[in-house]
């Protein structure tokens, strides 16, 4: 992948005291955030010495949300939503509230690399089959000199063990713990173990470290422009195929929720 620069500021500046605003899709809040205030906002969640969540949203998250309580109610629990997805950015716009710019977790785990090469951030990557977090991690290093990932573990551990992982991880003390362990694992892993874990910021991130080891390539730039990523990743998985059948559905149920 290229290297990524720094989103570039002005941005609209978002009052820290206010709440963060948001939309309404199907029923679940994504908040109205650019990439360059979500990195604000996760800077504001490091300093503030207290854990805090982060959902990524997409299409077929939030279908699933229609039908599994316990997956909507981790959005309840989430600090920031950001629009993962340009079915969420289709979506808002039928709402008539339009987002301004995808907010994916990729793109966010990067530029949080990038920024822990320069400052003080310390970063945790747990998550993937064995080998992979490190393979992550170490391309990263490369990519990012000097960027503080104070440590790896692989996804593949059961719930049984995750008071034991927490540990590990508690105690090298990361502000942004990156949980690549696909929904809804990684999510429940990190509501289970925040109060252990005690980071700044916890974030569940799917398939990036699978990515940045270069396991699994991105979509060439065109295509992520021409919105057409999922179809790139569906050629590349096809396993990814349930969650690709759910797109039609997201696309049904804003028209209803809109018409
Ligand atoms: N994974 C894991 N532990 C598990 C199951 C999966 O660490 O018990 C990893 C898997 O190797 C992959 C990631 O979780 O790297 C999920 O990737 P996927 O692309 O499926 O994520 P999602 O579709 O949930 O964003």
Redesign the pocket.
Known sequence: MEGMDAPQKPDVALNPESPIPSVEILGLPVHRVTMVQTLDILDRFVKSGRPHFVITA?A?GAVQAQTDADFRALFDRADLITPDSSGILWASKRYGKPLTERVS?VDIVDHICRASATGSYRVFF????PG?ADAAAESMRQKYPGCQIVGTH????KPEDDLRVAQEIAAVTPDFLFV????P??EKFILATQSIIRAGVAM???????VFSG??KRAPVPMQKMRMEWLW?LAQ?P??ID?VKLLPEFVRLVLKATK
């Open positions: 997409d077929s977790g747990l998550g993937a089959a992979v692989d996804g593949f551990f690549a362990m696909g929904i694992r990684q569940g991130v799917g398939g990036t470290f699978d396991n699994v990743r998985n396993k990814k969650k």
